[in-house]
């Protein structure tokens, strides 16, 4: 039987996470929700702490510093009894209980092995071949990823979503890509306040994934990754992508 487990790691996201704790709290095929609070500065706890009493599968973890995105959802794993994970970042907008059935189906039904989501504002390249590589919104299977806390917490800060993609292609894993097209992400210039800000997050969200994955590895990912796909259409890839495929 498939039992979920919903890992929400949160930042400084006062401003969003109760509408996306607002959809996944009440969903009926998730079982438990563990937020895990960052070291925000901004009253975030707080705010998912307010919906315990009317939802005891909840749990907020607090982190006395910010150690970034992959440490955060490390703890949550640790403290996880699902048989599967649900990973959502907590900033999402236009999330529906719809676009959580549609993420959960395919391990559920046993059509996928894994999911992987595909939002409305994905960068258009991605939206093009079909695959987010770096998306944050997965289901998987907790065994997957409670056996390897140790590695986790030794990643970078955002080094986890291409550490599960070597994980998946090294077994084999069925993945179904589910396309979320009235979901966003708000862009990081947004939520800071300033382009500038948003500039600099970005470079240190990049640098994180290619201290854990080399450069010329990502298109490799993406390539086997969509050899594994049991959903979802996309175009080809260009040939040039392609000839530069590490062998």
């Not at 996944?24 to 079982?31: C, E, F, M, S």
């Not at 609070?37 to 907020?60: F, Q």
């Not at 900033?91 to 939002?119: K, M, Y």
């Not at 600099?200 to 990502?218: C, G, S």
Request: contains cysteine.
């Amino acid at each position: 039987m498939t039992t979920i487990t919903c890992i929400l790691p949160a930042y400084n996201e006062a401003p969003r996470i109760g509408a996306v704790l607002e959809r996944v709290l009440d969903h009926r095929q998730i079982a438990e929700v563990i937020v895990i609070d960052d070291g925000s500065s901004d009253g975030t706890a707080e705010i998912a702490e307010g919906y315990r009493d009317a939802h005891p599968h909840l749990r907020v973890l607090r982190q006395t510093q910010n150690g970034g995105k992959t440490a955060a959802v490390a703890a949550g794993i640790a403290e996880a009894a699902g048989s599967h994970l649900l990973l959502l970042d907590s900033d999402l907008l236009g999330l529906t209980h719809a676009d959580l059935g549609a993420l959960i189906a395919p391990v559920a039904n046993g059509e996928a092995d894994v999911t992987i989501s595909l939002r409305r504002n994905a960068p258009r390249i991605w939206r093009v071949i079909g695959l987010d590589y770096i998306s944050g919104e997965r289901v998987i299977p907790r065994e997957m990823l409670d056996e390897r806390l140790e590695a986790l917490n030794a990643l970078p800060r955002f080094g986890l979503e291409v550490f599960m993609n070597r994980l998946w292609i090294a077994e084999r894993a069925r993945i179904a890509v589910v396309s979320w097209p009235g979901v966003d992400s708000p862009m990081k210039s947004a939520k800071l306040g300033n382009w500038r800000a948003g500039v600099a997050a970005d470079a240190r969200m990049i640098r994180d994934i290619f201290r854990t994955i080399a450069p010329h590895r990502a298109l490799g990912q993406i390539v086997a990754m969509r050899s594994l796909r049991v959903r979802g259409e996309a175009q080809a890839l260009p040939r040039k992508w392609l000839e530069r495929i590490p062998r």
